[in-house]
């Protein structure tokens, strides 16, 4: 959505077009600060961007058949101190999945 309104903002402005989308004027520009300077993004966001580095690195390195146990177990013998719920969320985020 709030791609949407970047692409809009200059012809119809961020207000109106936030009236009939159901998006609050303040939700976009919070979104839109954050975006332009990321240390005023929240410890958990600022935190996981290096975990999803590490995560993926893990799942490549394995031929991309790792799934959640597996690459949180890899990421503990590494000495990475993660939860296995954190790998979890994150997996799920960018869409990696171990082979079924």
Not at 16 to 37: E, G, M, Q
Not at 68 to 78: A, I, S, Y
Not at 80 to 86: E, F, S, W
Request: proline share 5%; net charge positive; charged share 35%.
């Amino acid at each position: 959505m709030t791609a949407f309104i970047d692409d809009h903002r200059e012809v119809y402005g961020v207000e109106p077009i936030c009236k009939v989308l159901p998006i609050a004027p303040s939700t976009y520009w919070l979104h839109a600060l954050r975006k332009a300077k990321p240390e005023r993004r929240s410890l958990r966001e600022q935190r996981d961007e290096p975990r999803c580095e590490l995560i993926e690195r893990v799942w490549k390195e394995n031929f991309e058949v790792y799934g959640v146990r597996k690459v949180w177990q890899q990421l503990v013998r590494e000495g990475v101190g993660i939860a296995r719920c954190t790998v979890e969320r994150l997996m799920r985020r960018m869409n990696l999945r171990g082979v079924v």
